[in-house]
């Protein structure tokens, strides 16, 4: 199994709403990641977790928040977005740190209105 | 600041044509470049190099980098429409910490 998967794949929320965007990776990776990406640009790291420990938070606002409940799962809760949040949330998970050949997920397009 | 910069930022070409793109980079404590090929979602992984003047394959897909001049090239012969995509370089960098630097990518379009 050598797939990340992402849900939803589409979400719609408005700007005082709590959702949450779920990650999961069977492939006995300890290392996971979220990436935010928007139209025409290359993904952005927003969080690294090694070990289902938080390693590095690129200033990322706190209404995004992330959590590793175990080593397969990944969440990443969002409450009161903004518009200019809107964009592909991408998940991805590694062997390990620093073992850089991440896998993919499908993403979830997020739309805030 | 770390930097990737790929050439083309865009690129069309006919089916059966043979393309290269290119990636640049420089960083603070090189470990190792990334292929990736991106259609509508999520980034696929294609190459990850590490050593100088090794070609990897994959297909009709080929990249090498140099590590003395900092760059790598990925070639894709006998183009296909279904080899239309963005393609991204990405950097893996820094010591004893994580960093991965994506380029912009570029754009290629195969035509019929």
């Given at each position: 199994d050598t797939e990340v998967t992402q849900t939803p794949k589409h979400l719609v929320m408005g700007m005082t709403n709590k959702k949450s965007l779920k990650c999961e990776q069977h492939?006995?990776?300890?290392a996971m990641y979220w990436y935010k990406q928007k139209a025409k640009k290359p993904p952005e790291l927003m969080f690294v977790y090694s070990y289902e420990k938080l390693s590095i938070n690129e200033s990322v606002p706190s209404r995004f928040s992330p959590e590793c409940p175990n080593s397969s799962l990944l969440n990443l809760h969002l409450h009161a977005l903004q518009p200019e949040d809107s964009a592909l949330y991408l998940c991805a998970s590694s062997r390990s740190i620093p073992s850089d050949t991440q896998y993919f997920g499908p993403g979830t397009r997020l739309t805030v209105l | 600041e770390d930097k990737v910069v790929q050439s083309p930022l865009s690129l069309v070409v006919h089916e059966g044509d043979t393309v290269t793109l290119n990636c640049s980079y420089e960083v603070t404590n090189f470990r190792s470049l990334l292929w990736y090929k991106q259609e509508k979602k999520a980034p696929t992984f294609l190459f990850m190099l590490t050593s100088s003047g090794i070609e990897k394959k994959s297909g009709r897909l080929s990249s090498i980098l140099d590590k003395k001049e900092l760059f790598s090239i990925l070639n894709i012969t006998a183009t296909q429409t279904g080899d239309s995509a963005v393609y991204l370089c990405a950097v893996g960098s820094g010591a004893g910490s994580y960093q991965l630097t994506f380029g912009k990518g570029t754009k290629l379009s195969v035509i019929p």
């Open positions: 492939m006995g990776h300890r | -």
